[in-house]
């Protein structure tokens, strides 16, 4: 009798639990909300080069040997500024040469027009020939001819003995110098490169996608301001404004070119470093969703729906964007859908369910 009394306690415990339990979960209310449009602000990012406004290699013009470098690497110089002295004492001699050839040519010339002048008085007079005095006219256009020679000859060797000295194309900040002095250069090795930063360029590719979004943005009359985001990311202080864009896609890459130009007066950047473009994009009436209620499942996005009669249905939707804490919904959802806010792991397809409508501020407020 003890059993039996014993087992009829258990089990009307038991029984009641399960009641218990039973009402709880029924009674249990699931809140829900619409999606809301809204304008917002997103980000995107693109990995960016950066380079110098003006950034060139510095050459030898000639063969010969570094008699003297008058800079130092990383030296700021002046346009003009002397950086580097080659010996090659071949290019003196020739200009030596020409100016002697010069001076002798324009010595003929004087000496063939007095001969002309005098065979002229003799040809009126028919004392010598007409045929002479022609030659005698022929003689000075040579002459002539190797006085112009003789010129360009001239400045030839002026400007192959300038090329012994190598100046700064423009005002600028000197890279590595590969080569010391006493080395032996052919031409066209590299002496060192010269950079001008107080601007610099940064480029960067977007896809065919992002593309026309920006084009839209132009036609808003929106301003084509950028942040660059630094290797340590930290935000550059200036900004930077788009300048181009190059006039097709890559076909291998499907991505376009951009150019964005950014002041430089600290000279933080230098060329060659690298860093992320940052386009601030508004966005016109949005549809969002909070991502807290949303789940995957094979790469695609769903929430649950909650019809009128408290029906759970499963509704896959296609993002735009993925804000922070928040998704900007592309297509699959209405405004007046009714949508799970939390408790996505307690419910399946199909389940009936208690629902408390909360309202966007609810929703959205983190």
Do not use: W
């Not at 449009?37 to 510095?58: G, M």
């Not at 003297?68 to 346009?79: P, S």
């Amino acid at each position: 009798m003890k059993i039996i009394s014993m087992l009829s306690v258990i089990a009307c415990t038991f029984l009641i639990a399960c009641s218990t339990n039973t009402k709880k979960e029924i009674e249990q209310n699931f809140q829900v909300f619409n999606p809301i449009l809204k304008d917002t602000l997103y980000n995107r990012e693109y990995i960016a080069e950066i380079n110098a406004v003006q950034n060139v290699e510095i050459r030898s013009r000639i063969h010969g040997i570094i008699e003297k470098i008058h800079v130092d690497e990383g030296q700021i110089v002046k346009q003009g500024q002397l950086l580097f002295t080659i010996s090659n004492s071949s290019f003196e001699q020739d200009l030596v040469k020409a100016q002697a050839m010069l001076r002798s040519s324009i010595t003929e010339l004087k000496a063939v027009e007095i001969e002309l002048q005098n065979t002229r008085r003799l040809a009126d007079k028919n004392i010598v020939s007409k045929t002479e005095l022609e030659m005698l006219r022929a003689k000075v256009e040579i002459v002539k001819a190797k006085i112009e020679e003789a010129k360009a000859n001239n400045l030839q060797a002026k400007l192959n003995l300038s090329f012994t000295q190598i100046k700064a194309p423009f005002n600028g900040i000197i890279n590595r110098i590969p080569n010391k002095i006493g080395s032996l250069v052919d031409e066209e090795a590299l002496l060192t490169s010269i950079s001008n930063d107080k601007e610099v360029f940064a480029y960067f590719n977007v896809s065919e996608i992002d593309y026309l979004e920006f084009a839209k943005t132009k036609e808003r009359g929106k301003t084509d301001q950028v942040t660059l985001i630094l290797a340590n990311n930290d935000v550059y202080k200036h900004k930077g404004n788009i300048e181009t864009s190059e006039s097709e896609f890559d076909k291998s890459t499907g991505n376009i070119a951009f150019r964005a130009r950014f002041i430089n007066p600290e000279h933080l950047l230098k060329h060659g470093s690298s860093g992320k473009i940052r386009i601030n994009t508004a966005l016109k009436n949005a549809m969002i969703i909070p991502q807290k209620s949303t789940f995957e499942i094979q790469e695609n996005l769903y929430v649950f729906l909650v019809d009128a009669n408290n029906m759970v249905k499963m509704k896959r939707f296609i993002p735009k964007l993925r804000l922070e804490n928040l998704y900007v919904v592309e297509s699959g959802l209405q405004l007046n859908d009714h949508i799970l806010y939390e408790g996505i792991q307690l419910v399946k397809d199909g389940d009936k369910i208690n629902t408390q409508k909360i309202s966007a501020s609810q929703a959205f407020k983190n």
